[in-house]
């Protein structure tokens, strides 16, 4: 994998401080996190390379949508010199308190002058006891300083997302890789191009996944508002099933390839999110994670922040925190279903009908940690999943290599899969993501104090990939769009979920 360098380790500390520190994080615009607690993780950013190469991280910052941060580099150089004079002051001021309590220590008696010595009076010692309490309290002063500019260094550093492979077309336009099955509603001419699907007049009869959903009372939108709230809603009767279908295919297609079964929990610690990658809120500054409100008592005891998972990947991610793994056990894969809870507020625009965009979802989630070497190897396999998976469903999808400003802090590169929704072809010409992979180098592993140790001894830092092996409601809405027969009124059930829906072969109106 052509990288240009991912963020090493490096840090300021010449020597321990029990202080507890306290992180800001920021996205692509300034918006604060709640201190990092002590039992977080504590992070090892190279810090040295950011210094040598100011104008890479910077340019990097601008490429990914980062502008807010791309002064950090500059601001870190600064602040470094700062911290480089302090401890040269320090140094000085130390070598001259050792000084004066060896010239202590060598007088003959307790009051500081030598036996018989009539020239050197007590007020010397005196004098030499006063200077040495004020140049303690000066070099606690600078101690002080050198943490306070350490942290400041820190804290910039954590700001700065992943550098950008060299796979990855710089700017915002994706690069189409390639094609999954062919289109259900090919354009009338030859025009190719990859980010358009105009349909033909004579193009057959299509519905939008709500309004098939409504004929056949599969969805009940209107009952989980009053329930829940906008962006929720009761999958009934065959989508139930298809759900269920669709969790217990992905994950035996993923376990087929290696991947072990995990399910993990849907609640974790705020400071876990942000090592991962993943802020409170978005460039807008507006909600994107759902946050468990905390006591009066436990705010007092400092207790850390829960919030709802937006993805398995961060309780996954954290599931090896603080931990060091042996490099002969990588890669290790895991799997896992679980529910997924994003406010996606602001974000939401035309997609505010359907499944297309929901606060709440079922998701099967890949994730895997591995040495360096094997991280493009891996990265293939997931897609080699995601590609078996919507192959089988029948769903007509594109490929694309996403772009620098489309990625997130933890990605070096990103790999979407969009599938073809014929009830959106007004919009982005029916194109809608439905899977993506990342290979996300040792950006989480360095924030989440996850090692390998070497078959030598030595330690290193994994890399970690992951990649969606279905998202349950833009999958089965893109299976209610392609699967429809106009004619007679039903959905068609792709023959790799016959397995899992009971005898199910095409869902119907049902009412119960």
Same mark, same amino acid.
């Given at each position: 994998m052509a990288v240009n360098r991912p963020i090493l380790g490096f840090s300021l500390r010449t020597r321990p401080s029990n202080r507890v520190q306290s992180h800001k994080r920021l996205s692509s615009s300034s918006t604060s996190t709640p201190p990092r607690p002590s039992i977080a993780p504590k992070p090892n950013i190279d810090i040295k390379h950011i210094r040598q190469n100011p104008e890479l991280h910077a340019q990097n910052c601008l490429d990914r949508n980062y502008g807010a941060q791309a002064s950090n580099p500059l601001k870190i150089i600064a602040l470094f010199d700062e911290w480089k004079a302090l401890q040269q002051h320090g140094r000085s001021l130390r070598e001259k308190n050792n000084y004066l309590r060896t010239k202590l220590s060598h007088s003959k008696t307790f009051s500081g002058r030598d036996v018989g010595d009539q020239s050197a009076p007590d007020e010397d010692k005196a004098t030499i006891l006063e200077e040495a309490r004020v140049l303690k309290q000066q070099i606690g002063e600078i101690e002080v300083q050198e943490d306070t500019l350490t942290t400041t260094i820190e804290d910039l550093a954590l700001e700065l997302p992943n550098l950008t492979s060299a796979e990855t077309p710089i700017g915002d336009t994706p690069r189409l890789i390639e094609y999954i099955n062919k289109h259900p509603d090919p354009p009338p001419t030859s025009d190719s191009s990859a980010f358009s699907s105009p349909s033909p007049p004579s193009s057959p009869l299509f519905r939008s996944h709500v309004h098939i959903a409504s004929a056949l009372d599969l969805i009940d939108f209107s009952a989980a508002a009053l329930t829940s709230g906008w962006g929720f809603y009761y999958l009934k009767n065959g989508a139930a099933l298809l759900e269920q279908a669709l969790v217990s295919y992905a994950l035996g297609i993923a376990m087929a390839h290696g991947f072990n079964p995990v399910t993990p929990p849907s609640l974790t610690y705020s400071h876990i999110s942000s090592a991962c990658g993943f802020r409170p809120r978005d460039a807008g500054g507006e909600q994107q994670v759902y946050s468990i409100a905390q006591s009066a008592a436990d705010t007092r005891k400092g207790k850390p922040e829960l919030g709802l998972a937006g993805t398995a990947e961060i309780?996954?991610?954290?599931?090896?925190? @603080?931990?060091?793994?042996?490099?002969?056990?990588?890669?290790?894969?895991?799997?896992?279903? &679980?529910?997924?809870?994003?406010?996606?507020?602001?974000?939401?625009?035309?997609?505010?009908?359907?499944?297309?965009?929901?606060?709440?979802?079922?998701?099967?989630?890949?994730? %895997?940690?591995?040495?360096?070497?094997? %991280?493009? %190897?891996?990265?293939?396999?997931?897609?080699?999943?995601?590609?078996?998976?919507?192959?089988?469903?029948?769903?007509?999808?594109?490929?694309?290599?996403?772009? &620098?400003? !489309?990625?997130?802090? &933890?990605?070096?590169?990103?790999?979407?899969?969009?599938?073809?929704?014929?009830?959106?072809?007004?919009?982005?010409?029916?194109?809608?993501?439905?899977?993506?992979? &990342?290979?996300?180098? !040792?950006?989480?592993?360095?924030?989440?104090?996850?090692?390998? $140790?070497?078959?030598?001894?030595?330690?290193?830092?994994?890399?970690?990939? @992951?990649?969606?092996?279905?998202?349950?409601?833009?999958?089965?809405? %893109?299976?209610?769009?392609?699967?429809?027969?106009?004619?007679?009124?039903?959905?068609?059930?792709?023959?790799?979920?016959?397995?899992?829906?009971?005898?199910? $072969?095409?869902?119907?109106?049902?009412?119960?």
């Open positions: 309780p996954f991610a954290g599931m090896h925190a @603080n931990t060091e793994l042996a490099e002969a056990d990588l890669p290790l894969r895991i799997v896992g279903a &679980s529910r997924c809870y994003r406010a996606e507020a602001g974000g939401r625009g035309v997609d505010t009908k359907g499944l297309y965009r929901v606060h709440e979802f079922t998701k099967v989630e890949m994730f %895997a940690w591995t040495r360096p070497a094997d %991280a493009e %190897a891996l990265f293939a396999a997931l897609l080699a999943v995601q590609t078996h998976i919507l192959r089988e469903l029948g769903l007509h999808c594109r490929v694309l290599e996403q772009p &620098s400003a !489309d990625l997130g802090a &933890s990605a070096v590169r990103k790999r979407d899969i969009e599938a073809f929704f014929p009830g959106r072809r007004d919009r982005d010409g029916g194109w809608g993501e439905v899977t993506s992979a &990342s290979i996300c180098t !040792d950006y989480q592993t360095r924030r989440l104090a996850t090692r390998m $140790r070497g078959p030598d001894g030595r330690l290193a830092w994994p890399y970690t990939v @992951n990649g969606t092996a279905v998202a349950v409601p833009r999958v089965l809405a %893109a299976l209610l769009e392609n699967g429809w027969d106009e004619e007679r009124q039903c959905v068609r059930v792709p023959e790799c979920l016959w397995p899992w829906m009971h005898g199910v $072969r095409e869902i119907g109106k049902k009412r119960v």
